[in-house]
């Protein structure tokens, strides 16, 4: 029986032998050849762009306060609706001007009453003074109470002025055309310039439109060693989609922001059908001409604890990993400044299989 089972082992174990033999011959899953999509990349142009966050405002934003106080009598338009410049928005109380304004033409015909008084006096004392019917002083005075008839009726005069222009303030109009705020005061208010309650609404111009966004110091740099002419601003909405207007730059700061390297830039677009709306966030593409880069998809470029890299298909078809330097996005692609060379064949997919040396081959 000892020498029976002695012989059934070794039968089995050349069993096992032969078996890992033939599987050897045939090629395990450690040898076999990974198939893959390739992609040989060459140079072409692509944009230069520089991406950032952008916040939309009015290209003028204007708070439209009381001139006069008053209590607010009428509101004469509707909120969020679109006024032209001079447009009636408020109406307050005109009875107590119209009062003041009736009592400085009543002073001011006094004072001229008084002035014509004082000149025919004048003239009347001006003959006697010359035949020295009278005395020099008596003349004197009579010439002086003219003089000060004449400032007396200026001053009425603009007394009559300041009262026309403050009743002309409780109408208040637009001094713009734009967007309407929400009304800050209620019907009834009392309204003061100078106070909380002067402020009434808002005005907002939003064709066209500002976006106002950071680049990086270095991002600046490029944009600046660019051809201004050929700089160009595109806006992406939080749907995701791309806006049809182009825009412009029409400012950039002349410092760094020290707490965060960056300079404020600011665009002016287009928006005649109000589709962006002051206050709201967006994508900013600022594209300053074009370069020659190679371009991967997005899918073909990963990221470990050393940067970004891909994996590309020697000669011998042994795949390695390449470190990249990746610029923006284009499209569904990835724009390489550094780490390819024209001719290289890129891994597009199975990338969970790559391990440095595995053999790749193309499907």
């Known amino acids: 029986m000892r020498r029976a089972l002695i012989g059934a082992c070794a039968l089995a174990l050349a069993a096992c032998g032969q078996g890992d ?44 306060r009381a001139r006069v106080t008053g209590i607010l009598e009428r509101q004469l338009y509707r909120e969020g609706e679109a006024v032209a410049a001079g447009a009636p928005l408020f109406r307050i109380d005109r009875a107590p001007f119209e009062i003041e304004l009736a009592q400085a033409r009543a002073a001011l015909a006094q004072e001229a009453a008084k002035q014509d008084l004082a000149q025919q006096d004048l003239e009347r004392l001006k003959g006697l003074a010359d035949r020295r019917a009278i005395s020099q002083k008596e003349a004197d005075q009579a010439a002086s109470a003219a003089r000060q008839g004449v400032a007396a009726v200026q001053m009425a005069e603009a007394r009559v002025r300041q009262a026309e ?38 005005l907002t111009l939003g064709n066209p439109i500002w976006v106002r966004f950071a680049l990086s110091e270095a991002e600046f740099a490029r944009l600046r060693a660019a051809d201004q002419r050929d700089v160009q601003v595109r806006l992406e909405t939080a749907d995701g989609r791309e806006f049809p207007t182009p825009g412009k730059l029409n400012f950039s700061g002349s410092t760094v922001d020290p707490s965060t390297g960056t300079v404020q830039m600011r665009a002016e677009v287009a928006n005649p059908k109000l589709g962006l709306l002051p206050g709201q966030f967006v994508r900013v593409r600022v594209i300053a001409g074009s370069q020659q880069a190679m371009v991967v998809p997005q899918t073909a470029v990963m990221q470990n604890e050393g940067g970004r890299y891909v994996w590309v298909a020697l000669a011998d078809g042994k795949a390695v990993q390449r470190p990249i330097r990746a610029g923006n996005w284009l499209g569904g692609d990835w724009v390489v400044l550094e780490g390819l060379a024209p001719g290289d064949r890129v891994v597009l997919d199975n990338l969970v299989r790559m391990r440095p040396g595995v053999t790749v081959v193309a499907k």
Do not use: H, W
């Open 21 to 64: 033999a033939r599987q050897g011959g045939k090629g395990g899953p450690a040898s076999a050849a990974v198939p893959v999509s390739l992609l040989a990349v060459a140079p072409r142009a692509v944009p230069v762009a520089f991406e950032a966050v952008g916040r939309t405002e009015g290209s003028r934003e204007v708070q439209v």
């Open 165 to 202: 222009l403050n009743l002309s303030y409780t109408e208040v109009t637009a001094p713009i055309g734009g967007i309407t705020g929400r009304a800050q005061q209620s019907i009834g208010s009392l309204v003061s310039p100078g106070t909380d309650s002067g402020l009434l609404t808002t």
